[in-house]
């Protein structure tokens, strides 16, 4: 049983698993290990770093971040399983060379889930946990239960299904609001009566109590903490709040709320704030999940003052309009760091301190792109490099290439694009097309190349740092018209057309990466040359 004290919250973060369900968030397993290196930088507690039983590559995953993560003093590492044989087995697979594995198994209990999904009356669901349990407590010591939708599920059958997986050895009892839904005075009195009331699970009893919320109303956070106050010493998380439609709860926003506000909470947590801004940064570059600009700790303007009151109250005392400085959440961490003299050994020095291992190949690309963009920008920051390394390191496998491109746009005639796209035989294929604006063009200048239907649901720009000449950043999702698959792309270049194209281009290679290319190609074998517009 669990020795942690009292005023401690233990970080349990999903973002590999929860947040990679968020629609168009699929990683890669190396992009899955440096989101868990950092995340272990960062000072969580638990990872749950993916669903083994998914997918053979889900399990490799995890198995991988078991072995390279999971060392004595790195966070426990834990994969999902359903209350099935077969998936606490090969969950057990994917975590048991971790130092400190964990398996995490759940089954829906309300009356939704019983009725219409698992089929089942709720003493078979009962039967179904205690049989869980005690299979995943006979391969490892530390087992967590959730009771998913336990939000809508019956109180009283709640605290029976609580005290069976206790009973059967479950160490961690982990309450999901699984669909948004609660109020936090009602999940801090429902948090408040199982704690109390569960048999064998109370205040004193080594089990520990964790919340896990959804944002469908946009309460998670507040959930999260009503639970906290309730006596939850566990929180369930993910890095900007990505997840399953409105997302889940988010780490930065909970962990700053302890911060801030010690008085009030009296609790503490095991992370390095000053790495937050650093994470967010990279699962949103590495998911193609842009953060919304007025997004709480991790957005752009969280910190900006914009108003001359603001400003004025800033100037005379920082305290007046903030609650927080920037430098707590790393925001300034960002140096200057490299001029247009430095060499490579410096670059792969600093790209090493910030978290990525870039070496050969890909370090010889960023180098190229690091030199070209200090001649074009002079200052280049640990968020410039940050961006560079994502462009380069998160790409998919390059079905599709650009070669080269040309945009022509400004008020005297038709924004044009001319694109030279390499085919996955080598075939190099170009076609011109016009549109509204210049990414219209060249994205019709790419579909009239690739010929794969799909729609554009997200198209996303910002600067990497201020400043005219600053880096900028595109993402792009595109769902395929076939099974409605979201698939994101990223780009970073000083010019945004070319980061868009490229941003275009990566989503569409996750795509076709995904549906078997093979069955893919443009039309003909020769090389083709096209114009098409309105
Ligand atoms: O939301 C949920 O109920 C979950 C469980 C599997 C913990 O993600
Ligand atoms: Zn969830």
Redesign the pocket.
């Known amino acids: 049983m669990s020795s942690q004290p009292s005023n401690r919250v233990l970080i349990f973060d999903t973002t590999l698993r929860?947040g990679e369900q968020s629609p168009g968030a699929t990683l890669t397993s190396a992009e899955k290990l440096e989101i868990a290196r950092q995340l272990a930088r960062l000072g969580v507690d638990i990872i749950e770093a993916g669903f083994p039983a998914a997918s053979p590559d889900d399990l490799a995953a995890v198995q991988r971040i078991a072995r390279e993560v999971g060392t004595p003093d790195g966070p426990v590492i834990t994969g999902?399983a359903r209350a099935r044989e077969h998936d606490i087995r090969v969950c057990w697979e994917g975590v048991k060379d971790a130092a400190k594995p964990r398996i995490h198994t759940?089954l829906g209990i309300s009356d939704y889930h019983l009725d219409f999904i698992t089929k089942t009356t709720k003493q078979e669901a009962l039967k179904i946990i205690r049989d869980a349990v005690t299979l995943a407590k006979s391969l490892c010591d530390d087992v967590e239960f959730?009771p998913?939708?336990a939000g809508r599920a019956d109180p009283a059958f709640l605290v029976e299904v609580c005290a069976a997986a206790v009973e059967c050895g479950a160490t961690t009892l982990?309450i999901?609001d699984?669909v948004g839904y609660v109020m936090p005075q009602e999940w801090y009195e429902l948090m408040h009566s199982l704690i109390h009331e569960t048999p064998g699970a109370g205040p004193d009893s080594g089990v520990v109590w964790s919340v896990?919320c959804?944002d469908d109303l946009g309460l998670a956070t507040a959930n999260t903490l009503a639970g906290v106050m309730a006596g939850a010493r566990q929180v369930e998380v993910t890095i900007n709040g990505i997840g399953e439609r409105a997302g889940n709860t988010s780490l930065e926003e909970v962990v700053m709320s302890l911060a801030t506000r010690p008085q009030y909470y009296h609790l503490t947590t095991g992370i390095n704030t000053r790495e937050i801004t650093k994470t967010s940064r990279m699962v949103s570059n590495y998911t193609g999940m842009p953060v919304q600009p007025n997004k709480a700790i991790v957005g752009a303007n969280a910190f900006a003052h914009e108003s001359g009151i603001h400003q004025d109250g800033m100037l005379k005392n920082a305290q007046t309009f903030e609650i927080m400085t920037p430098d707590t959440v790393g925001l300034n961490e960002s140096r200057l760091v490299l001029g247009k003299h430095s060499g490579r050994h410096a670059l792969k020095a600093r790209l090493l301190e910030l978290g990525y291992p870039v070496e050969g190949e890909q370090l010889n690309h960023v180098f190229a792109r690091f030199k070209a963009l200090a001649d074009a920008k002079k200052v280049v920051t640990d968020a410039d490099l940050e961006a560079l390394v994502a462009d380069e390191t998160n790409k998919p496998q390059e079905i599709f290439k650009l070669v080269d491109c040309q945009i022509t746009c400004g008020t005297m005639g038709m924004p044009t694009a001319t694109l030279k796209v390499r085919d996955p035989d080598g075939v190099e294929h170009i076609h011109a097309a016009v549109g509204t604006g210049p990414v219209d063009a060249a994205f019709r200048a790419i579909d009239s190349i690739v010929k794969v239907p799909n729609t554009l649901v997200e198209y996303a720009v910002h600067a990497v740092t201020a400043g005219i000449d600053a880096l900028g950043e595109v993402t792009v999702r595109i769902s395929s018209v076939d099974d409605k698959r979201t698939f994101g792309g990223y780009g970073a270049e000083p010019d945004i057309v070319v980061a868009s194209i490229k941003a275009y281009m990566a989503a569409i290679n996750r795509m076709l990466a995904a549906q078997g290319y093979g069955d893919v190609k443009p039309e003909g074998e020769a090389a083709t040359v096209g114009i098409s517009g309105d």
Do not use: C
């Open positions: 929860d999902l759940f959730s998913m939708d982990n999901p699984t896990h959804h």
